[in-house]
């Protein structure tokens, strides 16, 4: 293949290539599969995927630097990192994977660390499941852990972090929007709370009050760790609590719940039947139960 642009190879060309170390065989798989091209994501889904973390909180709480912290740790012990941003306002290869290129300094210039942008603004549906082949795509490509980070706090995150094996929710000191993490269910989700910037006032604080909040409910042994991504304090600890995070079987039962019903949803929403079903809706030809049962029996 020596001299043949990535472009031109089939979906097991692309395999092999990736699994072999190419880089530009691997990104353009993850392309592939980011643009939902069934074959390449076929290709790639009877791999059993290395661990993946996703990271999620609100906006600019610094969840990059705290990648960037995380997965340089990683690949200084000698794993291979694969770094996935989710980025929902960017187009394919739109302009903020460079923001996140510049304060994620560190993994930009690891041999072991490979990052890659996600936008999701064309294919906000479908996401969770391609990323589950895009995990399995970089553990074709040698990575022994993938580090997924994605902004927000709402449903999407959710359908998101529901297909990692596990979930880092990060807060900063003077936020507060753990409660919107709360109401949206993303809390229960949460293996280990971080929360970041505990070089500034109020960090403490907000730890006291998250666990708190968590002591009443079924979170209770949820670890609430501060940490400075700034500084690089409390990372030894976090490390150590994601290492220590045990299965738990009722947030098992609500990620099942989430993966099944994003793959329900691709697979009704690209059904032929699914189109025409609005269309006649619009029209006023049908109920709303009608088209359901259109789509079903297509
Ligand atoms: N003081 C302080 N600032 C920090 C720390 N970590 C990150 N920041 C700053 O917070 C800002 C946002 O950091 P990012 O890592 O981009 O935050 P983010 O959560 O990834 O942001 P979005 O992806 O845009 O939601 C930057 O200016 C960082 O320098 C920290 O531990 N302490
Ligand atoms: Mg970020």
Redesign the pocket.
């Known amino acids: 293949m020596v001299g043949i642009g990535a472009e031109f190879m089939t979906e097991s060309e692309l395999v092999s290539q990736a699994s072999q170390g190419s880089r530009r065989a691997l990104a353009r798989l993850l392309t592939m599969i980011q643009q939902g091209d069934q074959e390449s994501i076929d290709s790639v889904l009877s791999i059993s995927p290395v661990q993946s973390i996703g990271i999620t909180?609100p906006?600019?709480?610094?969840?990059?630097?705290?990648t960037d912290c995380l997965a340089k740790i990683f690949a200084d012990r000698g794993e291979r990192v694969g770094v996935l941003c989710i980025d929902p306002s960017s187009p394919i290869s739109g302009g903020s994977l460079l923001g996140d290129r510049m304060?994620m300094e560190q993994s930009g210039v690891h041999d072991r660390i490979y990052i890659r942008s996600v936008a999701t603004r064309t294919s906000h549906s479908s996401i969770p499941l391609r990323l589950k082949a895009m995990i399995s795509a970089l553990s074709i490509a040698g990575m022994d852990r993938v580090l997924i980070?994605t902004?927000g706090v709402g449903q999407t995150e959710i359908g998101i972090v529901s297909m990692t094996d596990s979930v880092l929710l990060?807060d900063g000191p003077d936020r507060g929007d753990i409660v919107q993490a709360e109401k949206a269910g993303l809390l229960e989700l949460a293996d280990v709370v971080v929360v970041?910037?505990?070089?500034?006032p109020g960090s403490e604080q907000a730890a006291a009050n998250i666990r708190s909040g968590l002591a009443l409910g079924p979170a209770s042994n949820v670890p609430v760790v501060v940490v400075?991504?700034?500084?690089r304090t409390g990372i030894d600890e976090l490390v150590e609590a994601l290492e220590s995070i045990q299965s738990r079987p009722s947030v098992e039962i609500v990620k099942w719940r989430h993966r099944l019903s994003s793959a329900v949803m691709d697979e009704l929403v690209s059904r032929s039947s699914f189109e025409s079903a609005v269309r006649d809706l619009v029209e006023g030809h049908i109920s709303i139960e009608q088209a359901i049962q259109n789509i079903i029996q297509q």
Do not use: I, M
């Open positions: 909180g906006p600019g709480v610094g969840k990059s630097c705290l304060r980070e902004v990060v970041n910037k505990g070089d500034l400075s991504a700034l500084n």
